[in-house]
Nanobody, 123 residues
Framework: VQLQASGGRAVQAGGSLRLSCTDS????????VGWFRQAPGKEREFVAGINWRGGRTQYSDSVKGRFTISRDYPKGSVYLQMNAMTPEDTAVYYC?????????????????WGQGTQVTVSS
C-alpha cells in the first residue's frame, strides 16, 4: 500500500476543500481508511474514517456535520470533503490505511500512512 494525500491549500474561514487519498497500487480496497490531522505542537488526531465497503463512517466531534468521508473503488481513492472550515481546522492532514477492514480511531490502528497535505484556514 502506498498512499498519497493531496488537495491541501490555504482557504478562508467558511470555505471548503476536498482532500484526496490515492493508493497508487490500489491494494487498500480491503482496508478501512482514516483521515488524521496534526496541528503544530499538538498530537495527531483522528478526523474521519470509513470501512472497507464504504457503508460505515465515523467522525470526530469537532468535524461532525461539516466533513464527509467517502471512497471511490474504481479510482482507488478516498476523499475528505471539508465544509464550513474554521482556523481550528488548520493542520497537516494525513490519510492512512487501517490494519483491518473496519474503522480505527487511534493511530495504532493504522499500518500505512500517506505523506500529509497542509491545510491552512485564515480568519
Amino acid at each position: 500500500v502506498q498512499l498519497q494525500a493531496s488537495g491541501g491549500r490555504a482557504v478562508q474561514a467558511g470555505g471548503s476543500l476536498r482532500l484526496s487519498c490515492t493508493d497508487s497500487r490500489r491494494t487498500f480496497s480491503n482496508n478501512g481508511v482514516g483521515w488524521f490531522r496534526q496541528a503544530p505542537g499538538k498530537e495527531r488526531e483522528f478526523v474521519a474514517g470509513i470501512n472497507w465497503r464504504g457503508g460505515r463512517t465515523q467522525y470526530s466531534d469537532s468535524v461532525k456535520g461539516r466533513f464527509t468521508i467517502s471512497r471511490d473503488y474504481p479510482k482507488g481513492s478516498v476523499y475528505l470533503q471539508m465544509n464550513a472550515m474554521t482556523p481550528e481546522d488548520t493542520a497537516v492532514y494525513y490519510c492512512a490505511a487501517a490494519r483491518s477492514s473496519g474503522i480505527a480511531t487511534t493511530t495504532e490502528g493504522y499500518a500505512y500512512w500517506g505523506q500529509g497535505t497542509q491545510v491552512t484556514v485564515s480568519s
